[in-house]
């Protein structure tokens, strides 16, 4: 089994977390999570997040 490791959190609450063979879960404040393929589309989900909070 794979552990989970923190990649970032940022100030608004959003989380990126490793969950094992390339794949990462964002989560927002509210817990809400997509689980998607590669770090890329990851942060890339982060920032789409952060935008529509500002």
Not at 23 to 35: M, P
């Amino acid at each position: 089994m794979e552990s989970i490791s923190r990649i970032c959190a940022t100030s608004k609450g959003t989380t990126i977390d490793a969950i094992g063979r390339g794949r990462y879960r964002v989560c927002n404040r509210q817990a809400v999570c997509s689980d998607v393929e590669g770090l890329w589309q990851a942060y890339e989900i982060l920032r789409r997040q952060e935008q529509s909070l500002s």
